[in-house]
């Protein structure tokens, strides 16, 4: 079963809630970028042919504790992704090598 690159971009509208939008990358990320612009506020992009993701500070101001901890979830789920994509790329070119 061939896996084609694709983003899904989902928003839910409910009467007396804020909006949801969802995206959701099975494409391949073309960039992973972080700065810090001139303001001093750090910010997080990810960008895809489709679409880009930013994530940076509450209300766009100063960092908060708030910030911090999301910037932890952040990193600890990244390091989580890395791992589990190195374990399953050595599994998938260990069956591989075996197979042929």
Do not use: K
Request: aromatic share 4%; hydrophobic share 40%.
């Amino acid at each position: 079963m061939a896996h084609g690159p694709y983003t899904h971009v989902s928003m839910s509208i409910d009467p007396g809630q804020r909006p949801r939008i969802g995206i959701s990358f099975s494409a391949s990320i073309t960039r992973a970028r972080a700065r810090v612009l001139e303001s001093g506020r750090p910010y997080l992009v990810l960008e895809s042919d489709e679409a880009d993701v930013t994530v940076s500070t509450t209300g766009a101001g100063p960092v908060t504790a708030q910030d911090l901890d999301v910037a932890r979830q952040i990193f600890n789920a990244a390091a989580r992704y890395l791992a589990d994509c190195e374990r399953l790329h050595a599994e998938h070119a260990q069956a591989t090598d075996t197979a042929a």
